[in-house]
């Protein structure tokens, strides 16, 4: 069934939603080079991440994939599209991305997955933070005080990765002090800051 735009099937997963949305983003990439003029190349990169990104990023904290196969399929998209962007085609699909100042996808769903949390702790979003998460109660040693208790998981794939679930143990491991969570500002300036590429590979 489809719900808010998202597809889900009998077993909570979203392999044809995952489908369905990169078939509909390489459509609007294929049409992007093939109906722009301009070749300019932060021409293009805009018009992706106008038109495309978009698309692939829709509900992205619910709909993260952790199957190594899904996660590359999304990331299908962009490096497809960037290799086909002038002088960038010689280029390994890292190199591409630092060159044209693009986040990969994965490394996206997990700031926003962050955002999402720190929105849920501290009351910016319209749901109950004991909905989704539950705060350490001891005084953590070490790291940031607002430390999320890591429940024990069932073998379901849809609970061992839901949202909440799946993004402990980044929160856990952010290098922050107490300060940092005194606004969502200064929050998102400590995301630009971490080297989120290091915490993505360490989970």
Not at 2 to 28: T, Y
Not at 74 to 95: A, G, H, V, W, Y
Not at 153 to 158: G, L, P
Not at 162 to 182: G, K, M, Y
């Amino acid at each position: 069934m489809k719900d808010l735009g998202v597809i889900i099937d009998s077993e909570l997963k979203f392999d044809k939603h995952i489908n369905h949305i990169v078939s509909r983003a390489q459509q609007v990439a294929n049409l992007i080079h093939k109906c722009f003029v301009s070749k300019d190349t932060n021409t293009l990169v805009q018009a992706y991440t106008t038109y495309v990104r978009p698309l692939l990023e829709y509900a992205s904290s619910v709909l993260s994939p952790h199957s190594v196969v899904l996660v590359k399929k999304i990331e299908s998209d962009q490096r497809r599209f960037t290799k086909r962007i002038s002088r960038c085609d010689k280029l390994n699909c890292c190199s591409r991305l630092a060159k044209l100042g693009i986040d990969s996808l994965e490394l996206r769903r997990l700031r926003f997955g962050l955002i999402s949390t720190y929105k849920i702790l501290f009351g910016l979003m319209d749901t109950s933070p004991d909905s989704f998460i539950s705060q350490c109660t001891s005084r953590a040693k070490r790291g940031h005080s607002l430390k999320i208790f890591a429940p024990q998981s069932s073998s379901i794939d849809a609970h061992k990765y839901f949202f909440s679930r799946r993004v402990i143990q980044c929160w856990n491991d952010l290098p922050a002090c107490d300060e940092t969570f005194t606004s969502f500002a200064s929050f998102k300036q400590l995301l630009n800051k971490v080297d989120l590429i290091y915490v993505l590979h360490t989970v």
